[in-house]
């Protein structure tokens, strides 16, 4: 099948082409980064596990208080 046509699928169904090839069982379509969300999670990944977690619990505080607002 041709390339194109396997990206017209995938838009139609709302998958990613590595879905419909079979390269893999997410259906989900890859996350867009920009500059500054790469740049943090490039920088989460350096911490250790027990940062991790401080920085985690920390954005579901900052998701709570912006529920309330």
């Known amino acids: 099948m041709p390339i194109e046509m396997i990206v017209k699928l995938a838009k139609i169904f709302n998958v990613s082409v590595d879905y419909l090839t ?10 867009r980064l920009d500059g500054v969300e ?18 985690h619990n ?10 309330r607002e």
Do not use: C, H, S, W
């Not at 079979?22 to 996350?31: E, V, Y």
């Not at 943090?40 to 920085?55: C, G, K, N, S």
């Open 58 to 67: 920390q954005i579901q505080f900052f998701q709570k208080q912006n529920q």
């Open 38 to 55: 790469r740049e943090l999670i490039e920088m989460f990944r350096t911490l250790y596990r027990d940062q991790q977690e401080a920085v």
């Open 22 to 31: 079979g390269a893999t069982d997410d259906p989900a379509l890859p996350m």
